[in-house]
């Protein structure tokens, strides 16, 4: 007879990753919330995590690929194998704190109207440095907080537009409601996208600063063959063209397309990987078309609440601005996307 399913499932993608997969595990073995299964999904990692797993994690559910399909596919797979009615995500570079789950469950059965619930993510080298405190848009998608101390604007929870994939939680009845993570992302941004479609059908999202976890960010980005910009450049214009309302896409949806060529004078990012980026997004044209058809063809709220939640445009331009006053000095620029 088949036991009776966990309330939570914690879904962690992972390729080439074994030590902070080992230290992620770790972390959720100190978990306070018990009532949970771990699945792991492995993207072909070529460095023995799946031995490790094996030998060291033998509760963990492992699903494998034999080659690396990216953060959507990956995730997904972990999704349709978790059985639990709440789907955590963390990533396999992220440390949670002894509390994390508990939270996370805790506020999605204190807001019935809350679908999706976004951690704090503090950088794993100065906890005291915000990495996400979920996500936001204007015309761009970014990450609230990054790179600000954390203190009393992260100490609250909040409604916000939608949680970072990195660290987050759903019911399984968003999932079930509007579909998995879109795999023609492969990685970066379809966590904004999934947030958004989840948003147009009514389902809210909720900061929770109790869950809180450490992150090593962009360590998996750095061992992509492909630039990080030609994925966020391709998919900034993939988010962008399949989940904006008409009216915010129409009027500014000329300077989306030129924005590529225009984002190296800013940023500094080559104009090669910037332009390889947008040559890519016009083949998934079509894909956008019929993304954009489901996203509203699910929406049951008008689009007047997802208008309120997205952030002006304008200060985007503004932040481009900062961007090419600190080249100009010989700063590192900040990210645009």
């Not at 790179?147 to 759903?170: N, T």
């Not at 989840?198 to 750095?222: D, I, N, S, Y």
């Amino acid at each position: 007879m088949n036991a009776s399913p966990p309330r939570a499932s914690v879904v962690i993608p992972t390729w080439n990753g074994r030590e902070m997969l080992r230290a992620a595990l770790g972390s959720l073995r100190a978990q306070t919330f018990r009532d949970f299964e771990t699945v792991v999904v492995d993207n072909g990692s070529g460095d023995g995590t799946v031995e490790m797993l094996r030998a060291e994690f033998p509760e963990v559910v492992v699903v494998g690929f034999p080659e690396n399909r990216g953060f959507a596919v990956a995730v997904n797979a972990g999704m349709r194998a978790a059985r639990g009615t709440c789907v955590a995500l963390l990533n396999n570079d992220a440390e949670a704190d002894p509390g994390w789950l508990a939270a996370l469950v805790a506020a999605l059965d204190a807001r019935p109207e809350v679908g999706a619930v976004a951690s704090k993510m503090v950088t794993f080298r100065d906890p005291a440095i915000v990495d996400s405190a979920g996500g936001a848009m204007g015309l761009f998608a970014y990450d609230i907080g990054r790179g600000e101390s954390d203190g009393p604007p992260f100490a609250q929870g909040r409604e916000i537009l939608c949680a970072c994939g990195g660290a987050c939680a759903f019911r399984r009845e968003v999932l079930d409601t509007v579909g998995d993570l879109d795999e023609a992302f492969f990685a970066w941004f379809e966590d904004v996208e999934l947030g958004i479609r989840a948003q147009l059908a009514g389902f809210r999202c909720w900061f929770e600063p109790a869950a809180r976890v450490r992150h090593h960010a962009h360590a998996t980005a750095k061992q992509l063959s492909v630039p990080k910009t030609v994925f966020m450049v391709r998919n900034a214009l993939l988010l962008f063209f399949q989940t904006m309302p008409l009216r915010r896409l129409l009027p500014w949806g000329a300077v989306m397309l030129v924005w590529p060529f225009l984002d190296p004078i800013f940023s500094g990012r080559p104009l090669r990987a910037t332009v390889r980026g947008w040559l890519q997004f016009w083949p998934l044209v079509p894909h956008v078309l019929r993304a954009r058809r489901r996203n509203y063809r699910i929406r049951r709220v008008p689009v007047t609440q997802l208008l309120a939640l997205l952030d002006d445009p304008r200060p985007d331009f503004a932040r481009a601005a900062r961007m090419l006053a600190a080249r100009l000095r010989g700063r590192a620029p900040e990210t645009v996307s």
